[in-house]
């Protein structure tokens, strides 16, 4: 897979409208389904913007433009932690659980998901 480009805050709430919808949606159609009221213009401008990081295609249908994504929340969210890892953790896993669990945030229920998680994993 080609390397997925990092998104601003607006362009995820687009994505996040996108998404959601289990069809190609046209401009208002993203519009109205934004939690955020922003102008025509600009969510064209980021719709071109993500369709310039090939995060999103769009067919002309009539005279609307029908969107949709290239990839998934999934794919997005595991390439952004990918790259936090490598930014912040020198690409080290154990440097990020580490720094998990000196912070104090994971609970008990998440390290024993995590472990559970590891030991259903196929090595």
Partial sequence: MNKIH???ESEKEIMDVLWTSSQPLTTNEIIQNLTKS?????????LARLMEKGIV???RISKANYYE???TK????????RQFISDIHNGSVFGL?????DSG???KSDIEEIMERLRKEEW
């Avoid at 922003?38 to 980021?46: H, P, Y």
């Fill in 74 to 81: 999934q794919e997005y969210l595991n390439a952004e932690t």
């Fill in 105 to 107: 945030d994971l609970t």
């Fill in 57 to 59: 295609r769009a067919k």
């Fill in 6 to 8: 990092k998104m601003t």
């Fill in 38 to 46: 922003k102008a025509q213009t600009t969510v064209i401008t980021f």
């Fill in 69 to 71: 994504p290239c990839i």
């Fill in 97 to 101: 659980i580490n720094a998990l669990c």
